[in-house]
């Protein structure tokens, strides 16, 4: 009898996924709605019955995984690189042209698909078994969300393979999207709720899909084209058009419109016959994504730094409309920069109202001659951002006027600085009611004092009940004013004041990073605080001192002394000084040998500790990352390294072993 409900749940499962293939790839059902709800109804009361019988891949289980408590990062096995972009038929032109200069001949084929508005991501399939998902991320560092795509219908849990045998490895890029249709019936649905509509299909699919319940992702209903992939074994891929097919042979979904071109005119015939289709699309489209069709001929045209030489994103205009700029508006962000923003008499734009939109700076105001009162163009670029685009010169009255960055700071009257060689303009004042919350969380962050427990959620509320308007009021908190917030228990009371107490005494670098000094970062901190030990004379340090130390440039040494110069700083500085608050002399630097060099670490040391390590590095004028990235000049491999070595390989990086490392430091690398 068990047997014969295995093979049952077994034939059950066949049948759903291939019924799936006809319905999602295929696009072509042999079954009703009806007849396929009947079959998965009778695999999930044969599961339920029988539990020892549900497997990972069953297409009962691409619900019921429980909330995330948050995403994990996922190394990219080859780097999801980004595309260069071409926005005219021409610009196309001189894709094609470097093409063919660097190939050494006229006859080029490429292969040009729609570019999907959605988020791209990677599945990875294992001997045919779907095993993790995540997302782009920077393109060497995703975010894990295998848990909710497999809630997409249209992502198989287990590739087809008519001949038994899946490829050992896949790894497949693509797009996650929302169709129209289904944007039009989830804004129904909140509208009879009583709930604001979704703006666009982007962004409802990238908020979707980091959801930390992947039920919410399986109720908005999105899908997934394939289009590309990373590490291939067991499967030959010799061109872009092969591999589309032998996608949808595994069962994998791909765009169904897409044109191979026997040169570039057929592409760009492609691409304006699509520009004047692109509203009866069934999906959002901003643009096609015309590729190299042979394989072979793309590892000969190779790579740039973020992008191939054998592939161009062709993006389509940005749709525009007309209106009045009414004002111009300076909103002071957390991080203390000021930004003009238009204030629009609102205007349909692709089905969306804009009556605001950035402009960035006061440079961005002036290079496109925006006057107060203006008629403006505007437009959503990249069919999502509002941007301003130009002034209609012709339609001016007069009555225009200029606009004027304000001297002093819009939230706290303090004075507006514009650093040399900067664009932006800041307010300096930690204390700047527009910038509190932000300064604290830095100031309590693991770079800085590391205050654990001390989360947003709490420094909200200390802010906004006017317990903490300072920095410094954190180190006058006691366990009477804890107790009166939300969700803060004798425990965690205790807790936080002995850490705070256990943190008025900390290092200069940490001290100086806490501080938040614009350009001053973890690895800047050291390098200052080794070259002047304490905080009194970096307070009378002049740009000139600065400049003396190793890797300090002059944008930095004018923001360093800029901070300190600030009358609100220096008295917070004292305030702090006055709660207790004390700083470690640093150690000096042993040498600039390392100056400028960028290491990282995987694994473990057998001569040293990881913090010894790095503090090597740091005393010779070098500096330490957490990541590996194209600026990385050094990996240190030690013992049972992890997915950093793999990466500093794929990104051609110079991997250390520990004694090729002892080597450097003694000056025989």
């Known amino acids: 009898m068990a047997a014969d409900v295995a093979a049952e749940v077994a034939r059950l499962r066949d049948e759903i996924q291939c019924h799936d293939y006809r319905y999602h790839v295929l696009a072509s059902p042999k079954i009703s709605d009806a007849e396929y709800d009947a079959l998965f109804r009778r695999l999930v009361d044969l599961e339920a019955a029988h539990p020892d019988l549900v497997t990972p891949d069953s297409p009962t289980q691409r619900v019921g995984a429980p909330p995330a408590e948050g995403f994990a990062s996922v190394a990219h096995g080859v780097p999801m690189r980004s595309l260069s972009n071409a926005f005219t038929a021409e610009e196309i032109r001189d894709f094609d042209r470097r093409v063919r200069k660097l190939l050494g001949t006229d006859e080029v084929t490429y292969v040009a698909e729609p570019k999907l508005d959605g988020l791209s991501v990677e599945l990875v399939y294992r001997d045919g078994t779907f095993v993790q998902g995540s997302t782009r991320g920077d393109g060497v560092n995703g975010e894990a969300v295998t848990g909710n795509l497999r809630t997409i219908r249209t992502v198989p849990l287990r590739l087809r393979t008519e001949e038994g045998l899946a490829p050992r490895l896949l790894e497949v890029r693509g797009e996650v999207y929302l169709a129209k249709e289904d944007l039009r019936r989830l804004n129904a649905e909140r509208e009879r709720d009583g709930l604001a509509p979704f703006a666009n299909p982007r962004n409802l699919a990238a908020g979707s899909l980091r959801q930390l319940d992947p039920k919410v992702t399986a109720a908005r209903r999105l899908r997934f084209y394939g289009y590309d992939v990373g590490r291939v074994v067991g499967l030959e891929i010799p061109t872009q058009e092969d591999l589309l097919a032998a996608l949808v042979r595994l069962g994998i979904p791909t765009n169904p419109l897409y044109r191979v071109c026997r040169g570039i005119e057929e592409a760009i015939a492609f691409y304006e016959e699509l520009d004047r289709k692109r509203e009866d699309l069934p999906y959002d489209a901003d643009g096609i994504v015309i590729k190299v069709n042979d394989v072979a001929v793309r590892r000969v045209l190779g790579e740039l730094a973020h992008s191939p030489r054998w592939a161009v994103a062709a993006k389509f205009p940005a749709e525009e409309g007309t209106t009045r700029l009414a004002d111009i508006r300076v909103y002071v962000s957390r991080t203390g920069t000021l930004t003009p923003v238009a204030a629009l008499d609102p205007v349909r734009v692709r089905g969306v109202e804009i009556s605001r939109a950035t402009l960035h700076n006061?440079?961005?105001?002036?290079?496109?001659?925006?006057?107060?009162?203006?008629?403006?163009?505007?437009?959503?670029?990249?069919?999502?951002?509002?941007?301003?685009?130009?002034?209609?010169?012709?339609?001016?009255?007069?009555?225009?006027?200029?606009?004027?960055?304000?001297?002093?700071?819009?939230?706290?009257?303090?004075?507006?600085?514009?650093?040399?060689?900067?664009?932006?303009?800041?307010?300096?004042?930690?204390?700047?009611?527009?910038?509190?919350?932000?300064?604290?969380?830095h100031f309590v962050s693991r770079g800085g004092f590391d205050i654990e427990g001390m989360g947003p959620r709490l420094v909200i509320q200390l802010v906004e009940r006017g317990i903490v308007r300072r920095i410094d009021d954190l180190f006058r908190l006691d366990r009477e004013t804890l107790l009166t917030l939300d969700r803060v228990g004798p425990k965690l009371a205790e807790k936080l004041l002995s850490t705070i107490e256990k943190k008025r005494e900390t290092a200069l670098p940490k001290y100086l990073f806490a501080l938040g000094i614009p350009e001053v970062g973890g690895v800047t901190a050291d390098l200052v605080a080794a070259s002047f030990g304490s905080i009194d004379r970096l307070l009378s340090a002049s740009v000139e001192d600065l400049l003396a130390v190793p890797g300090i440039g002059p944008r930095m040494a004018l923001a360093i002394t800029g901070f300190f110069a600030n009358p609100e700083n220096r008295t917070l500085l004292g305030a702090l000084r006055a709660a207790g608050v004390r700083t470690t002399e640093a150690a000096a630097l042993a040498s600039t040998a390392l100056a400028g060099a960028r290491f990282v670490f995987t694994g473990s040391l057998s001569t040293m500790t990881r913090e010894e390590a790095q503090d090597r590095v740091r005393r010779r004028g070098g500096t330490v990352s957490s990541s590996v990235g194209r600026k990385t000049d050094y990996v240190v491999v030690g013992a049972d390294p992890g997915s950093k070595a793999a990466q500093a390989q794929a990104l051609g990086v110079r991997t250390l072993s520990e004694a090729e490392f002892l080597d450097l430091l003694a000056g025989r690398g």
Not at 387 to 393: A, H, I, S, Y
């Open 362 to 441: 006061e440079d961005e105001v002036k290079r496109k001659g925006l006057l107060i009162g203006d008629t403006v163009v505007v437009r959503r670029a990249g069919d999502v951002i509002p941007e301003v685009v130009r002034p209609l010169v012709e339609r001016r009255t007069g009555a225009e006027r200029l606009f004027v960055m304000p001297t002093e700071c819009p939230v706290c009257g303090g004075p507006v600085v514009r650093l040399e060689g900067e664009v932006a303009h800041r307010c300096l004042n930690l204390s700047c009611p527009a910038r509190i919350v932000a300064s604290i969380l």
